[in-house]
Nanobody, 123 residues
Framework: QLVESGGGLVQPGDSLKLSCVAS????????MGWFRRAPGKEREFVAA????????RYADSVEGRFTISRDNAKNTVYLQMNSLEFEDTAVYYC??????????????????WGQGTQVTVSS
C-alpha cells in the first residue's frame, strides 16, 4: 500500500514536498516513481528513482525544478517541487515497481499505485 501526503494549494514560484510511505517489506526491491494527471489530460510520468538512489529520471517538464529522493529506512519516497508553475497543477500519484527499472517507469510501468494527492498552483 502506498499513501501520499503533502499536496496543497500554492502560488506560482512556491515549493512543496510530497511524501509517499510504502507499507510492507522489501521496499528496497522496488523502484519508486511519481506520476501526475492534470485535469482533462492523461496520466504522465514525473520522476523515478532506483532502489539504491543511484539512478533518477525526470520528465523534461520538471527537470531542474523537481527532485526525487528516498529513505529506505523509512520506506518513504519524496518529491521536492520547487518553482512551481500553473502547469504543475495535477493529482500526483506515487508508484512502485517490483524489480522494474526506472527506464521502464518512464513509460508508465508500475505494480502498485497510491490514491493520489492534489497539487494546485494558483495565484
Amino acid at each position: 500500500q502506498l499513501v501520499e501526503s503533502g499536496g496543497g494549494l500554492v502560488q506560482p514560484g512556491d515549493s512543496l514536498k510530497l511524501s509517499c510511505v510504502a507499507s510492507g517489506r522489501a521496499f528496497t526491491t522496488y523502484s519508486m516513481g511519481w506520476f501526475r494527471r492534470a485535469p482533462g489530460k492523461e496520466r504522465e510520468f514525473v520522476a523515478a528513482i532506483g532502489w539504491n538512489s543511484e539512478t533518477t529520471r525526470y520528465a523534461d517538464s520538471v527537470e531542474g525544478r523537481f527532485t526525487i529522493s528516498r529513505d529506505n529506512a523509512k520506506n518513504t519516497v519524496y518529491l521536492q517541487m520547487n518553482s512551481l508553475e500553473f502547469e504543475d497543477t495535477a493529482v500526483y500519484y506515487c508508484a512502485a515497481g517490483y524489480f522494474i527499472t526506472t527506464a521502464k517507469m518512464v513509460n508508465g510501468a508500475a505494480d502498485f499505485w497510491g490514491q493520489g494527492t492534489q497539487v494546485t498552483v494558483s495565484s
